[in-house]
């Protein structure tokens, strides 16, 4: 009888120990929905304006913030009258990419393959490609700060926090994460602060 017990004591315990962290896990971690109003935006900041409601979601799409910025990577013609729009958030660990379909979108295909494609033809199966920005240092990448003064240069490593291209400032922290600065990128792995 009482190994019986036992046996159902362990067994609460160990569901309620895997239990208990789900659960603490979702309160501390909310997510938002994205909306079919954010997609219209960043659509229409790519050169192809839709309305909300022409917005199809596949399924819901959340994200960590509630004003999650998004970008469109890649539009397709989906159907005659459907594209097939690739987007992700500015931030890559806000959300993951995801798809929508955009009714009645192909209307604006024209346009938008001039002003996404600078004017130039269509490329081959109607896929467009919408150019990313340059980034030369990624969030997580280990690089080298360096101190410059007219007399003195010292150099430490250090990893970064933020992405960033060359010539802007980016925020990047000691390797042992006691130190924190702000750093213009000058070149692959290398950035500066000017004393």
């Avoid at 799409?61 to 159907?79: D, F, H, M, R």
């Avoid at 594209?83 to 958030?89: I, P, S, W």
């Avoid at 896929?127 to 030369?136: G, H, V």
Wanted: contains cysteine; aromatic residues 6%.
């Amino acid at each position: 009888m009482s190994d019986g017990r036992t046996i159902r004591t362990l067994g609460s315990l160990l569901l309620l120990s895997i239990l208990v962290p789900l659960a603490l896990g979702r309160e501390s971690n909310p997510r938002f929905p994205i909306s079919s109003q954010g997609v219209a935006d960043a659509m229409a900041a790519a050169g192809v304006p839709v309305t909300a409601a022409q917005v199809k979601f596949l399924s819901q799409v959340t994200a960590l913030g509630p004003n999650s910025g998004l970008e469109v990577i890649n539009l397709a013609k989906w159907s005659d009258n459907r594209l097939r729009v690739e987007l992700r958030c500015h931030d890559r660990g806000v959300c993951l990419p995801f798809y929508v379909f955009v009714q009645g979108g192909t209307a604006a295909l024209p346009d938008a393959a001039s002003v996404l494609l600078g004017g130039s033809a269509l490329p081959r199966r109607d896929i467009f490609r919408i150019p990313r920005k340059q980034i030369l240092m990624r969030n997580g990448d280990h690089a080298t700060l360096m101190f410059e003064d007219r007399t003195v240069r010292i150099t430490m490593p250090v990893i970064c926090l933020e992405n960033g291209d060359r010539g802007q400032t980016i925020r990047v922290t000691s390797t042992d994460r006691k130190q924190f600065f702000k750093a213009e990128i000058v070149g692959s792995g290398l950035l500066k602060v000017t004393l």
